[in-house]
């Protein structure tokens, strides 16, 4: 079966994984978040090194993201009950709320393109989906290099922001409350 990768500006297909969030084991489907805005954080394996400062990092950020009516989720090729041992043995992983998903068959991170066939590993990779379920980013690296859950948030809000402002464009960098263009009537400059 050929499965067939996400695009920009394209509904994602629906998948079901197990998760450990909560201090329990649960079905997870991308549906049951229909409404939301989502972050999916891949990530290669648990108790490594890299990733636990990632995951640890957007802990922190996980009640601003949820303010914003978004939640994350982080994804690896580990069982739920190997994300429950790292959970219950790291102090950096025991500050994670939101749900860790297990995907140990690699069929959601071949679906978002993360999957290394050679290692039965995921890349580091972070998407953000709106509420109607339509990918608006992505972001896809080599394994040595540790993500921003900060600038994942500036994302969101950006994301967020054009999405209720027809029209408008973010420029770099851009933070609520600077100012945005409109392609066609600004054409340098700032409105």
């Known amino acids: 079966m050929e499965i067939k990768t996400v695009s920009i500006g394209q509904p994602v297909a629906d998948f079901e994984l197990e998760a450990y969030v909560s201090d329990e084991f649960k079905k997870i489907k991308l ?3 229909k409404g ?7 990530y290669p394996a648990d108790f490594t090194f890299v990733c636990p400062t990632e995951l640890e ?9 949820r303010g914003l009516g978004a939640e994350i989720m982080s994804v690896s090729t580990d069982t739920a009950f190997v994300h429950k041992a790292w959970h219950d043995n790291s102090p950096a992983i025991g500050t994670v709320k939101y749900p860790m998903l297990a995907d140990p068959i690699g069929a959601v991170c071949r679906q978002f393109g993360t999957y290394i066939e050679a290692e039965g590993l995921s890349l ?14 992505i972001e896809i ?18 994301a ?32």
């Open 31 to 33: 549906s049951d978040y």
């Open 36 to 42: 939301t805005w989502v972050a999916l954080i891949f």
């Open 57 to 65: 990092e957007a802990a922190k950020y996980h009640e601003e993201f």
């Open 124 to 137: 580091r990779g972070t998407f953000l989906i709106d509420p109607e379920g339509v990918l608006k980013t």
């Open 141 to 158: 690296h080599d394994n040595s290099i540790g993500r921003s859950a900060r600038e994942l948030l500036r994302k969101l809000k950006a």
């Open 160 to 191: 967020q922001f054009v999405a209720t402002h027809s029209g408008n464009v973010c420029p770099a960098s851009w933070e609520p409350g600077e100012d945005t263009l409109k392609p066609g009537i600004d054409l340098v400059g700032k409105i």
